[in-house]
């Protein structure tokens, strides 16, 4: 089996459920919903999985459909305002073997109208992890700063996810050179992609390269917890 690209109909069935986004809309389209989304999905999946293990054997391509690789397309209300039954979009997370939950190392795959991206790290990490990231800042500066100054690196990602404390983290030095980061309650990348360009057979490469560009960062952030790359 060869990815062909990611059917138009994915992102027409998100933009019509983002218009609808109701149970009588969504059980009266979810046979499309099976055949335009998650079945591609699960083929990306299941292709990329031989890719990711050239990049890091520590982190996974599990395509099963509750669980694995895909996130569910059912939102979770229970504490939030936002009363809406389905997600927008469809995401994908390539967590470490050693995570359970979203908030694990991984990389990332985002796919919805108008706003695809690629990327990778660690998303509000609970304070036991954000503070070995940031101790390991403090103590590898010239490693961390020859990752995120790199030019190539800095050409290929948008700014590191820009959700910072207002003030310097307790403990830390407040006229550290890296304050900047210490500051970051995220440590996520991306890269930006378009929506036909996700329809393209060599979206599949695309989606390696820019994982593979992103390593040096996700082996930083992974030794950084405590976990192998």
């Known amino acids: 089996m060869t990815f062909e690209g990611f059917p138009k109909d994915l992102f027409k069935f998100l933009a019509e459920l983002a218009a609808n986004n109701n149970r009588e809309w969504f059980n009266a389209n979810k046979p499309r919903y099976e055949q335009s989304v998650v079945e591609p999905v699960i083929e990306f999946i299941s292709e990329f999985d031989e890719r990711l293990n050239n990049i ?10 509750n669980g694995g690789s895909m996130f569910r397309i059912y939102s979770d209300t229970r504490f939030s305002r936002d009363e809406r039954p389905y997600k927008e979009n469809v995401g994908c997370h390539f967590r470490h073997v050693a995570g359970k939950d979203a908030h694990a190392p991984g990389f990332y795959l985002h796919l919805q109208p108008g706003n695809v991206f690629v ?3 660690i998303w509000l990490p609970p304070g036991s992890a ?3 990231i940031r101790t390991a800042i403090v103590e590898n500066p010239d490693s961390w ?4 100054n790199n030019k190539k690196f800095l050409k290929r990602f948008d700014e590191i996810q ?3 404390l207002k003030r310097p983290p307790r403990g830390y030095d407040p006229d550290h050179e890296l304050l900047h980061d210490l500051k970051l309650k995220s440590f996520f990348i991306k890269r ?10 060599k979206f599949i490469d695309d989606v390696n390269r820019i994982y593979t560009e992103a390593a040096p960062l ?3 952030l992974t030794n950084s917890v405590g976990l192998p790359f």
């Open 145 to 148: 700063k020859k990752i995120v």
């Open 162 to 164: 820009d959700d910072r």
């Open 119 to 121: 990327g990778g790290g």
């Open 192 to 201: 930006s992609l378009s929506d036909p360009n996700a329809q393209l057979p």
């Open 130 to 132: 954000l503070d070995s």
């Open 56 to 65: 890091s054997e520590n982190f996974i391509a599990d395509t099963r459909c």
């Open 218 to 220: 996700m082996k930083f």
